[in-house]
């Protein structure tokens, strides 16, 4: 594991990994392979051949203590080059039954019926097939073994690659505080900047006339109301808030997801606000580079568990 996630104790999971586990005993090799990819619940696809069928709900079972979203796809196969442990059994009364039947039919026709024991063997429920000696449970075991193995696998390389995703958007938070400190500093410069063209504006209209149409007095309410309404001291305010509740999400190892979902979308309602309260070039321009900031931590976040 790479040096800077060595020292996080604690951070979410990825929703993409890959897990692989075998689990041998006697004649019979069993592996099972787990691969996730993001999706908004957790859907699980077990793949696995007809003879394992009735063990689908345990694989199923197991799965869902140990993951909690993503599209998971399980796939049990038996490992190339062995072969499970079988047992043929031999119905002998109805074997000896059948002998005795064509031995009847030989004595009322006179004809010889040719191979007995060929046309015995092809008959229905004389030789009956039974995979792993009939042991249900030793066959569950070892489903479980891999299953668990295979899990664990899977787990780890979800583990690592959230701490790597949750790194950069660590970073991306921070880059964004910085996007908000600067809307900060622009906000109060703002009414001034918009009284000057106010004022610059007046002259121009009325030239030397311009206390008698534009009083002072009017000047300052004109300011006081346009101040009053982009003042953004709220939503920033806000924004401050909800990120340090996304960096902390990003320092837990539990499933946080949905929450991100949720402060993502508050983060851009706030960006939205100030947005349309901007009447000034340099704040909007912020504005831009912060929503498409966001939308990379949106899009990156969709893969955390």
């Keep these: 594991m790479p040096q800077l996630l060595k020292g996080r104790d604690k951070m979410p999971r ?3 990994g890959y897990g692989e586990g075998i689990s041998k005993r006697g004649g019979c090799s069993i592996r099972i392979e787990c691969r996730s990819v993001n999706h908004r619940y957790l859907d699980i696809s077990i793949r696995l051949p007809s003879r394992y069928a009735a063990h689908e709900s345990l694989i199923r079972s197991i799965s869902q203590k140990q993951l909690n979203r993503g599209r998971v796809e399980i796939r049990l196969t038996d490992e190339p080059g062995e072969s499970p442990e079988y047992e043929v059994a031999v119905d002998q009364p109805l074997a000896m039954a059948y002998m005795r039947a064509l031995d009847q039919l030989e004595a009322l026709t006179g004809e010889k019926s040719g191979d007995k024991l060929k046309i015995l063997a092809g008959l229905d429920g004389i030789l009956t097939l039974d995979e792993n000696g009939g042991d249900e449970a030793l066959l569950a075991g070892q489903i479980e073994e891999a299953l668990e ?5 899977l787990n780890r390389a979800r583990t690592l690659e959230g701490g790597r995703l ?3 958007l660590l970073a991306k938070t921070d880059e964004l505080r910085e996007h908000v400190a600067s809307m900060a500093r622009r906000a109060p410069l703002i009414p001034e900047i ?3 063209k106010l004022i610059q504006r007046a002259e121009e209209l009325f030239e030397d006339q311009r206390p ?3 009083s002072d007095q009017r000047l300052f309410a004109e300011t006081a109301l346009f101040a009053d309404r982009s003042s953004i001291d709220e ?5 401050h808030a909800h990120l340090d509740a996304l960096s902390q999400a990003l320092e837990s190892d539990l499933p946080v997801g949905r929450q991100l979902d949720f402060l993502i979308q508050e983060i851009f309602r706030e960006i939205n606000t100030i947005g349309s309260k901007a009447n000034d070039l340099e704040l909007t321009q912020v504005v831009v580079a912060s929503k498409t900031l966001l939308e990379k931590i949106r899009e990156q976040v969709q893969n955390i568990e």
């Design 149 to 153: 193995a295979a899990l664990d696998e």
């Design 194 to 196: 918009y009284r000057e």
């Design 235 to 239: 939503e920033v305010t806000r924004l």
């Design 14 to 16: 990825s929703m993409t």
């Design 166 to 168: 949750a790194l950069d």
């Design 212 to 214: 008698e149409w534009y």
